[in-house]
């Protein structure tokens, strides 16, 4: 470029032989400016002015006559002939970076059109002026730091830093030692620090999402047979952290048995006509401690281009399921061991959708309903098949179970199959609520009881029976009294005398026909201890709250009191004239009835002279109430029997 255009900046001439770019670590150049000086016909100088050895060009690139190049000392002109002056400036200019270089005192000696934009400076206005005047904001921050050291130390270096000029952009600056000073170079690096910390944040999201869900990386390389394991890997397979791996560790690690199919899982995905990208299973046998793993693996190839691609990698990721596959087969187990239950029992699992109106029910239920193995009845036509009123009781336990607050019922219906058969069907069920509280589905067992309710009626058939024999008995035995007791004198013991046997009459009514309804407590025990006395005797004394029980406790009661009843007049306090029996009982918790405790204590009797061994008649009590889920404990004390339980009232409400 002739002096005229820069200025007033100073010119020297010299004459110098110029070779080809020099190659001393003097001449090395900046960065990008290497590579665009490469981009200069062979016969550029380098930036050192350095006299290099004579080499003459010819315009098809050989040898020819030398040229002259013109030197300021800050920058360098090529003025051989044919050789534009401005060369060396296009070539900075056509730079997408910034350039400048500085001399030993720190001034301006070159500027490309790139530094003139990021600075907002024109190249005429910085030529020639020290660089902390000509760009203050450089002046006393990282760059002014570092180019001293290079200007002293002569070592390239380089740093990445927010602009001092321009707000949101962040720039590398590389400095390069010059012979005459320094060379910089500035790039944005806005987008690639972008790129980078978006790639460093999903690297650092996976990171963490692996390391939550314990899932190991993996990468094969197909070429050489290496294999990279991440630190989760190498912790499932067992492999020391330090130890080099290849494909080979793999295989070996695997079962013998899921070898094959991992080798062939393998193959598909590294073919490139397949590129097979499914999951699998497989198990290991860890090599340190011979335990048995089981691993889900998910991996893909990684192709060359072009016309014939070829697998060169293989990643992905891998995650521990040996608990879930555990549990997977505990829950098996269950299972099939509650199937072989069912089918034991005869029994049959159901459950109901109660927004669907649909019902899913096993293999069993189309057999106890009647229906073909293969069939898939519908709720209306498992309906159809109630006995004549059943479905409206049914229906009716359902309410009450909802409106006490109860999650479960039972009921025993009949239910007429499509042949005709009519069967008596066990109905166990759970209520189970939406998230608003409302019911949405019920789920139960299903059995048929048909065999069980035709023995309880035989049985009911024996005891009416027998009710009918004893009454016979009771009535002869009255005859017998009234005869043998009518004379005039004897009218009120056989009026005593026929008043007990009609209370043993109504007793044993209870024994043999249990209430069908809740009954008052005091009513129930008067009934049964009538023969033996009452209150107004004072024989026996009854005290505590009235309180209704269910069918089921009260045959349990009768047959309680009954037999304490009737060992107290062989042997205890009503065998005395003095005798006496006081029954108590009350109903806890206070508030809330759940279970009825009572006492019954003797007074007056025969002495006690130690417990005996227990007949049929005890026997018979501890059975009753535990069947019941109660329980009691008989006490010989010196003033006479004494016995303590208690037992739960079914129906009742419960303490919440």
Known sequence: MPPSARGDIPTRRTSQRISRPCSSARCASANDLEGAWSRVERSAVGLCGDVCRP?????????????????????????????????????????????????????????????????????????????????????????????????????????????????????????????????????????????????????????????????????????????????????????????????????????????????????????????????????????????????????????????????????????????QKLELARAQDDERRLRLALEAGRMACWAVDLRAEAITGSRELNRLLGFPEDSAPTLDEIRAGYFPGEQERVRGVLQRALASGENSFAVEYRYVRPDGDLRWLLLRSEIIPDEAGAPAEVVGVLADVTEQRQAQERTRMLAMELAHRVKNTLAVIGALAHQSLSAPELKEAREQFMGRVRAIARAHDLLIDAPSEPVGLARLLETILAPYGDEATGRIALGGPDVRVQPSTSLVLVLLFHELATNAAKYGALSQEKGRVELTWSVTPPGSVSTIGFEWRERGGPPVEGARTPGFGTRLIERQLAMAGGSAELMHEPTGLVCRGSIPLPGAPRRR
């Open 55 to 323: 080499l003459r060009y010819r315009s098809d690139g050989a040898a020819s006559a030398p040229f002259r190049v013109r030197s300021s000392g800050r920058y360098f002109v090529r003025t051989g002939k044919g050789v534009p002056a401005n060369l060396l400036q296009e070539v900075l200019d056509a730079l997408e970076d910034c350039a400048y270089a500085l001399d030993r005192e720190w001034r301006l000696v070159a500027f490309n059109a790139a530094a003139e934009a990021h600075y907002a400076l024109a190249r005429e206005e910085a030529l020639g002026r020290v660089v902390w005047e000509a760009l203050p904001a450089v002046a006393g921050g990282p760059f002014e730091s570092c180019a001293r050291r290079v200007m002293r130390g002569r070592e390239a270096e380089e740093f990445v830093a927010p602009s001092t000029v321009r707000a949101g952009v962040d720039v590398r600056i590389r400095v390069v030692p010059s012979p005459s000073g320094v060379v910089v170079t500035v790039r944005n690096v806005t987008a690639e620090r972008a790129v980078e910390q978006a790639l460093s944040d999903a690297q650092r999201r996976l990171a963490l999402a692996a390391e939550a869900s314990r899932i190991g990386v993996w990468e094969w390389d197909v070429q050489t047979g290496a294999i990279h394991f991440d630190v989760r890997m190498r912790e499932m397979f067992g492999f020391m952290p330090a130890r080099s791996l290849t494909v080979e560790d793999w295989r070996n690690a695997a079962h013998p048995e899921d070898l094959p199919l991992m080798q062939a899982i393998a193959a598909h995905a590294l073919d490139p006509a397949v590129r097979a990208r499914e999951a699998y299973e497989y198990r290991i046998v860890r090599p340190g401690d011979g335990e048995l793993r089981w691993i889900l693996a998910h991996g893909e190839a990684i192709f060359s281009q072009g016309e014939a691609p070829r697998a060169l990698r293989y990643v992905g990721a891998a995650q521990d399921v040996t608990a």
